[in-house]
């Protein structure tokens, strides 16, 4: 099983970050539908770091698009962390499906969990880096 990593980020607000590492499919979905329902009950910001996601399927992504449409519903910020360089993949997805632009993606942890705490929640948004 592809590794999911969740941690609280302590700042206050908190928030959580959600890391996806190697390659997501329908199985690891399940897993991750799970674990950011669980964020979404608890009321916490979230950000999704796939900078250690080489590949991830439309499960996946339909599973980070639903979350996202969750938190904006409840009032809360889902940013992406997806460095434009090295991440073929993942991007192509993003473009070929015309979904880039309801994620709010930035290339650095630090500012996606800002935006992710300042309420932020779709359209492509790239850090001045």
């Known amino acids: 099983m592809a590794p999911i990593s969740v ?27 799970g674990e950011l329902g669980v964020l979404l009950e608890d009321r916490l ?10 590949f991830i399927d439309s499960m996946t992504l ?12 409840a009032g809360l910020g ?13 991007s192509r997805l993003l473009e070929l499906t015309g979904l880039r632009s309801s994620f709010a993606i ?6 996606a969990l800002v935006a992710a705490r300042a309420g932020a ?4 948004v790239r850090s001045a880096a």
């Open 78 to 90: 889902f940013t992406l962390v997806l460095p434009q360089r090295d991440h073929a993949q993942v």
């Open 7 to 33: 941690t609280l980020a302590p700042r206050d607000p908190p928030a959580a970050v959600v890391a996806l590492v190697g390659e997501h499919d329908a199985y690891s979905a399940e897993r991750l539908e």
């Open 106 to 111: 930035y290339d650095m942890v630090d500012d």
């Open 45 to 54: 910001p979230i950000v999704v770091d796939l900078c250690d996601a080489e």
């Open 62 to 73: 339909a599973t980070m698009l639903a979350a996202r449409r969750a938190a904006a519903g």
């Open 121 to 124: 929640n779709g359209g492509s």
